[in-house]
Structure formats: C-alpha cells, structure tokens
C-alpha cells in the first residue's frame, strides 16, 4: 500500500468513527470551504478544513492526497473524485440492492430521481405536517429527496449520489444479508 493509499484508509477510518453520515458530513464540509465554487481545493485549504473537523494530516500527506486527484493538472483536489475514493467499497451484493433501489425511484429512467418520480411511487399525503396543512405533498417528496442530494440541494439525485448515501450506512451494517435485508425491507423490493 502506498502513502497516498494508507492516508486514504487513516480518513476512511476517522469518518466513518463518525457514524453512518460521517463522509456524507465530510462532503457537506468541504463544499463549504470550496467559497470559488470550483469543487476543488488546494493542499493547504485540505489540511486546515480537515484539521478543523478533527481530522489530522500533516502537509505531505495532504499534498500526496491533493496530487493524486488533481485531474486537471491545476494543483488542487477535485473534491468528487476525493469523496467518491473515500467511499468504503462494497460489495456486490451491496451495490446491486442501492441500484435497484435507485431504479425503483427513478420511474423516467433518465438517470436522475426527481420529485416527479417519487410522485409515482410514493405518496406523502399522511405526512402530518400535509395532514395539518403546513406542507404540501409536493414539499414532503421534495424534503424526502434532499436526505439522498448533494449539498447544493438542486432537486436531482443522480446514482452516484444515492450511492454516496448509502455507503455511509452500508459501512455500519456488519454483513451483505443484513444490508440486503433492511434495502429490500425499506424500498419494497
């Protein structure tokens, strides 16, 4: 395993002591310090946001992460592909039941889950705040959908981002069964 790799499983480690959320947290954070909008950031910017949460690299391993997806040569890290290495990996069996899931929500079968496709399959009209008038059904799905979006909230979940979701919470169920399990149980597949 090289230093780039070892850093890697040393941040893998600390967020996933977090919980279930924490690189879904991790990645809330960081789109945060990116202020340019640019989804990257440099060495530098890395290490103090990560200091700040708890999470300790020194300046070298903060620059070989940086290095290693620097994509486009600028110098900075390009926080999708960071993030999406942080995953955990999963196995088959785990992935498969997270794209079904996701293809049962995605009715278009565009790629994306909108608030137009929860509409076909589910309903939030026993919601109580729809009960009690406060929200409109349409708002509930739109709530509902946000758990599964990035930080930018846009009304979109793509695969990739369900994918991120739930590899928080696969890393914190023990065995393949147990996961298959509660998504089969939770998504009526």
């Known amino acids: 395993m090289?230093?780039?790799?070892?850093?890697?499983?040393?941040?893998?480690?600390?967020?996933?002591?977090?919980?279930?959320?924490?690189?879904?947290?991790?990645?809330?954070?960081?789109?945060?310090?990116?202020?340019?909008?640019?989804?990257?950031?440099?060495?530098?910017?890395?290490?103090?946001?990560?200091?700040?949460?708890?999470?300790?690299?020194?300046?070298?391993?903060?620059e070989g992460v940086c290095r290693r997806w620097d994509r486009d040569g600028s110098g900075t890290l390009d926080l999708e592909e960071f993030l999406r290495a942080l995953r955990p990996p999963m196995s088959q069996a785990r992935e498969a039941v997270i794209t079904a899931a996701f293809a049962k929500l995605d009715r278009s079968g565009d790629g994306v889950v909108t608030v137009d496709d929860l509409r076909g399959v589910y309903s939030g009209r026993a919601h109580p705040k729809v009960r009690s008038g406060e929200w409109t059904e349409d708002e509930v799905l739109r709530r509902f959908l946000d758990n599964f979006d990035s930080s930018e909230k846009d009304g979109q979940v793509t695969l990739a981002e369900f994918q991120d979701y739930y590899s928080g919470v696969s890393a914190s169920v023990n065995t393949d069964e147990e996961f298959v399990a509660m998504?089969?149980?939770a998504w009526q597949l």
């Open 2 to 62: 090289d230093t780039v790799d070892a850093t890697m499983e040393k941040l893998r480690a600390q967020c996933l002591s977090r919980g279930a959320s924490g690189i879904q947290g991790l990645a809330r954070f960081f789109r945060r310090l990116d202020r340019d909008g640019s989804r990257s950031l440099d060495a530098d910017e890395f290490r103090q946001g990560l200091a700040k949460l708890g999470l300790v690299l020194d300046q070298s391993e903060a």
């Open 183 to 185: 998504m089969t149980s």
